[in-house]
């Protein structure tokens, strides 16, 4: 059985912690399921929806500036800069709930993270289309630790030769830890869907290689 994770709040016994292997070849993804028991997971994300500076997310694509619905935030040691579909991000310094969060994660996927994407999915309108985070910070087989709260979301994985496509439910409080060749055989998405009503956030802890 899987110990007790110690945050600056009482998590409780996780729910599930046993990781499960998602992908069937050509990767390596697994989920922990849930991994914050429903109070501290509310805690969670009440704090993320209501303290975090969130902002529309912009990319540059064949020269034309777009502005999304989704909204996004970036926290990381230091004064990390990120780039990614033409624009640069500078990290905000984390704050404590976002440190236990990480070494949640940490603890959990066995890796180090000094970064954090953090995603706002305000209902089911809004989703990510097909890619994968092979940025040049982020260096070749990088592991990234997903971590879901709020609305229940479907994530699917597209082989990127033979198509095949798998999908996984990321429940409320629950761990995603995608590593190996992940980012360079599969795609992922979030499909948007009109069922849902209610907000998710997604937390995605990075080792990034380079700083602004």
């Known amino acids: 059985m899987s110990e007790q994770i110690e945050l600056g709040l009482s998590a409780g016994k996780p729910e599930r912690a046993t990781p499960k292997q998602i992908l069937p070849l050509d990767g390596d993804t697994q989920y922990f399921g849930v991994v914050c028991d429903q109070e501290l997971s509310n805690h969670y994300l009440d704090y993320l929806l209501q303290k975090v500076p969130w902002k529309n997310d912009e990319a540059i694509i064949y020269g034309n500036h777009y502005i999304t619905d989704r909204k996004v935030a970036w926290y990381g040691d230091g004064n ?19 440190l236990e969060l990480k070494a949640l994660a940490e603890r959990y996927s066995g890796a180090s993270y000094n970064s954090c994407l ?29 971590l879901s709260f709020g609305a229940a979301r479907r994530f699917d994985f597209r082989h990127k030769q033979n ?18 060749t992940t980012q360079s055989n599969w795609q992922h998405h979030l499909p948007k869907s009109l069922k849902i009503s209610q907000p998710r956030v997604n937390l995605t802890f990075r080792a990034m290689l380079l700083r602004g």
């Open 118 to 146: 953090l995603n706002l999915y305000e209902n089911g309108s809004q989703g990510m289309g097909w890619h994968h985070d092979d940025e040049k910070g982020l260096g070749k087989n990088s592991n990234i630790a997903s």
């Open 80 to 98: 990390f800069s990120y780039s990614y579909s033409g624009k640069t991000r500078v990290a905000i310094p984390w704050t404590e709930p976002l």
């Open 163 to 180: 198509r095949q496509k798998i999908s996984v439910l990321l429940e409320h409080g629950s761990l995603l830890v995608m590593a190996g």
